[in-house]
Each structure stands twice: as structure tokens, then as C-alpha cells.
């Protein structure tokens, strides 16, 4: 009878830390005139470890040619270089670019970040950026949460 008690224990405490140390993930989604826009936030509790965007441009519906979103997006991939904890590609097809962005909050160099335009912090970086903050913030910005 102990031994099933102590399983029984064992198995509750187990499933308990594995609930409270697991990432879970919301998304959300904007489109806009020749642009969709999907952001992913990875979090634990109330805290952001990880933040992926994925904007997909088509050239056409902004009125634009291959190489003048070539330029454009030149200029803003520029200030995502050298800063630690992003990650940044693009990709350009014969009708649209697929820039991708991903932001380690764990390894995020948080002074270079501030100073960036297309990157957002929302709460004080040293208690950890909050899932719900940024939830209200990018819902304020048009953004729609898709159900997972």
C-alpha cells in the first residue's frame, strides 16, 4: 500500500513540474495592403522566452518592383545586425519577400534592442518581458489572435 501511495505522489509531482516548466506558444496574425504579418510568442507563465515574425510582402499589392522592396527591406534588416539574441533572413520570390525575424528573449542584448525600431519591449526587460502585456500591445496594433 505505500509503495502505490508513493507512486501515486511520485506520478502527481511529476506531472505537476512538468506543467509549470512547459513553453506554450500564442500567435498572432495582421494583413494588411500587400502585407500579412504572423508573430509568435513562446512563453512560460507570464514570461516571453521567444518571439518569431514571419512578413510576407507581395510586390504587387504595394505597388512595387522585386528591387525597390529589395531596398527597402535592405535598410530595415540593417538594424538587426550585430545585435545578440536576434536572428534575421529574408528571402525574396518573383512576387513577394519572406522576412523572418526571431528574438531569444534569454539572449537578447536589451540596450541594442531599445534603440531599435522594429523591435517593441513591453515591460522592464530585467523582470522579463510579460506575455499579456505584449498580447494588450500587438492587439493594439491591429493584430488578431489566431486559436491554436
Same mark, same amino acid.
Given at each position: 500500500m505505500?509503495? !502505490?501511495?508513493?507512486f501515486f505522489v511520485f506520478a502527481i509531482l511529476t506531472a505537476v513540474m512538468t506543467a509549470c516548466g512547459s513553453e506554450e506558444t500564442r500567435t498572432?496574425?495582421?494583413?494588411e495592403?500587400? +502585407?500579412?504579418?504572423?508573430?509568435?510568442?513562446? @512563453?512560460?507563465? #507570464?514570461? *516571453?522566452?521567444?518571439? +518569431? !515574425?514571419? &512578413? $510576407? *510582402? &507581395? @510586390? =504587387?499589392?504595394?505597388g512595387i518592383e522585386k528591387? #525597390?522592396? /529589395?531596398? $527597402? $527591406?535592405? +535598410? *530595415? !534588416? =540593417?538594424q538587426y545586425k550585430d545585435i545578440d539574441g536576434v536572428e534575421y533572413s529574408v528571402e525574396y520570390g518573383d512576387e513577394e519577400a519572406v522576412e523572418n525575424i526571431e528574438i531569444n528573449y534569454e539572449e537578447l542584448d536589451y540596450e541594442k534592442a531599445q534603440k531599435t525600431d522594429g523591435i517593441m519591449l513591453q515591460g522592464d526587460p530585467e523582470k522579463g518581458i510579460s506575455m499579456e502585456k505584449s498580447? /494588450?500591445? $500587438?492587439?493594439?496594433?491591429?493584430? +488578431? =489572435? *489566431?486559436e491554436e
Open positions: 505505500k509503495k !502505490a501511495y508513493m498572432f496574425e495582421m494583413e495592403t500587400g +502585407t500579412k504579418s504572423t508573430i509568435t510568442y513562446t @512563453y512560460s507563465g #507570464d514570461e *516571453v522566452s521567444k518571439q +518569431t !515574425a514571419e &512578413n $510576407i *510582402v &507581395n @510586390y =504587387e499589392e504595394l528591387a #525597390d522592396a /529589395e531596398e $527597402i $527591406i535592405k +535598410t *530595415v !534588416a =540593417e498580447a /494588450e500591445m $500587438i492587439e493594439e496594433q491591429g493584430y +488578431t =489572435e *489566431v
